[in-house]
């Protein structure tokens, strides 16, 4: 698979005949290996690895109802009180981030109320803080942990 722009992560990958899936941590399952499942599973290591967020708090595709349509989230970092520190969408490497990726991430923050944003195709990754009370966002360097 293409490298992407976190560290190198040693990944369970099988290949059962119908191509290859990688071992998912969180949801303790083998997952088709796709370009966006790729950036997903790195993201997914780097969260853990490198913001030394618990996976127990993590949570990967799950469906919430917005708007009575059912949509999908990528990941979900939790806090221990059950509230939501952060909200990331993934995408493919050769979808170029753009205004129609955070349209699509502000929509599933109406319902989860996060924190924090991270956009990211594997290459390229925006961090946004969410100031509710103010109702407006300030884009970050980085995630906040704390």
Known sequence: MLQLEFPN????????????????EIRKKYIKLTKEEWVRQNCVKFLINEKNFPS?????????????????YDIVVYKPDGGIKL????????????Q???????????NLKSEQLM????????????????KCYTFLKDIKTK
């Not at 127990?56 to 999908?72: G, M, Y």
């Not at 990726?101 to 599933?108: E, L, P």
């Not at 956009?119 to 103010?134: A, D, K, Q, R, S």
């Open 119 to 134: 956009v990211t195709n594997g290459l390229e990754h925006y961090y946004c803080e969410i100031n509710y009370e103010n």
């Open 56 to 72: 127990v708090l993590i949570n990967i595709e799950k469906t919430i109802k917005i708007n009575k349509l059912s949509k999908r």
């Open 100 to 110: 129609k990726t955070f349209d699509q991430i502000a929509v599933y923050n109406m």
């Open 9 to 24: 992560y040693t990944f369970k990958i099988k290949n059962n005949g119908n191509g290859d899936y990688i071992f998912d």
């Open 87 to 98: 909200l990331v969408e993934c995408k493919s490497p050769e979808i170029k981030i753009n």
